[in-house]
């Protein structure tokens, strides 16, 4: 049985009493994140998030070719699946930007691991918006863990 261990790092104070009960808009890198081989489940980030906030927006980016199956558990969590023809960088960027630029929505968090996604982080911090990012090892970008204000590391572990 898997458990997948939640981390959550923050360098000055306690993340939980710095955005607990603010707005989160959470944007999941879906063929980044959401493979078997790390055994990251949608639960497990949604539950890693309800810690910290409330989530208001939350959205699912997969690839023209995800599982049928994949997009009824992006739905049963409650979760927006998005769909894309071809690479889903550029569609996350303009979902996050979408975000930045909402106001109803405090805490842009970014589940990736991908190091191409470092100038949303740093957009959102400069239109105040504080920000989180979720990713698991191996190729957890250094840079994108750097620039976030939190960043939660899920890892997944094989019980016995």
């Known amino acids: 049985m898997k458990e997948t261990l939640i981390k959550v790092l923050k360098r000055e104070k306690e993340p939980e009493e ?7 808009g959470l944007i999941i890198d879906g063929p ?7 055994g990251i489940k949608l639960e497990d980030i949604v539950e890693a998030l309800e810690r910290l906030g409330r989530i208001r927006v939350a959205k699912v980016v997969l690839n023209q070719y995800a599982p049928q199956g994949l997009i009824e558990a992006v739905v049963n969590q409650g979760l927006e699946p998005v769909i894309v023809a071809g690479d889903t960088d550029v569609r996350i960027a303009i979902e996050a930007m979408e975000l930045i630029y909402n106001s109803d929505v405090d805490v842009i968090a970014l589940a990736t691991r991908d190091a191409d996604f470092l100038p949303i982080i740093q957009e ?5 918006k504080e920000t989180i990012v979720i990713g698991t090892e191996p190729g957890f970008s250094v840079a994108l863990q750097n620039a976030a204000d939190y960043v939660i590391k899920m890892v997944s572990k094989v019980e016995d």
């Open 32 to 38: 980044n994140i959401l493979r078997k081989e790390f």
């Open 124 to 128: 959102a911090k400069r239109k105040g």
């Open 18 to 24: 710095e955005i607990s009960g603010k707005s989160i």
